[in-house]
């Protein structure tokens, strides 16, 4: 059996028990059109499956406010400041970290959140993408107060309420072999970690309220990685629902 039909599995035992399985979509490090933006944007398009773009404050370009106009259903999330490694040397890259002064990360996180409120309006939603997925407890711990509702990194949740007044929504499916070729990971690893949330869901291992959630970063895409999503976007199944954006963070 292959991959693709495993998942079709998977999505017919999620029918059979009426149940509907929710995914979302968010790729990282936006800050201008370039052609592997806009090969995603008409998969969001020609798909329906619709775009959270997690873009870098510091370095945005007009073109890609004057481009997202354009579009339906993207929306901005907050992808740090400036996508800067604050750690020292041994310690694993973090840009919302515990080494500076807590008051100099969150001045840089308002700054970035000023400007994307300012430049993309009701299509920016204040959600934050830490860069490389992680963020010192300091920091999320004064998101609310900086007008933060969420925030998305990778890997599972482990609780639906919301953490410190800020409601979490997760990756859980990486296109990326960040670890060794940083080409396409390959069908039977991508599809594997999908498939291995959704049965968890299914059967009660992991939050089941939470929305698979594939994370790309156009940046990087080979051939494969694109073709892999197209295939992806495009497979047609009763029990799978790509979800807005906005209905992956409700409370907005």
């Known amino acids: 059996m292959s991959s693709w039909d495993q998942l079709r599995a998977e999505l017919d035992l999620w029918q059979s028990e009426d149940r509907i399985a929710t995914a979302w979509w968010r790729d990282d490090d936006a800050v201008s059109v370039t052609p592997a933006l806009e090969t995603l944007l008409r998969f969001e ?36 400041w ?12 973090q840009e919302l970290d515990d080494v500076r002064d807590i008051g100099d990360v969150v001045a840089d996180l308002r700054h970035g959140f000023s400007v994307l409120q300012s430049r993309f309006g009701n299509r920016f939603l204040p ?14 711990a004064a998101l609310h107060s900086l007008g933060f509702c969420g925030i998305s990194t990778f890997n599972a949740r482990k609780a639906a309420e919301p953490y410190k007044g800020i409601m979490q929504v997760n990756t859980h499916v990486d296109v ?25 869901r299914r059967t009660g291992q992991v939050d089941a309220d939470e929305p698979t959630g594939i994370l790309t970063h156009h940046l990087v895409h080979d ?14 199944h009763s029990a799978l629902r790509w979800l807005r954006i906005p209905g992956v963070f409700p409370w907005q």
Not at 129 to 134: A, E, G
């Open 176 to 200: 990326i072999d960040w670890r060794g070729t940083r080409g396409f990971v390959g069908e039977n690893a991508a599809l594997g970690a999908m498939i291995e949330h959704l049965s968890a």
């Open 127 to 140: 959600v934050l993408v830490p860069p490389w997925n992680r963020v010192a407890e300091d920091v999320v």
């Open 82 to 93: 400036s996508h800067q490694n604050h750690m020292p040397e041994g310690r694993k890259k």
């Open 45 to 80: 398009q020609d798909y329906k499956v619709p775009l959270a773009l997690a873009v870098i404050p510091a370095a945005l370009q007009d073109d890609l406010v004057e481009r997202l106009v354009e579009t339906l259903d993207t929306r901005v999330l907050q992808h740090g």
């Open 223 to 236: 051939e494969a990685t694109t073709k892999f999503l197209d295939n992806l976007f495009s497979m047609d």
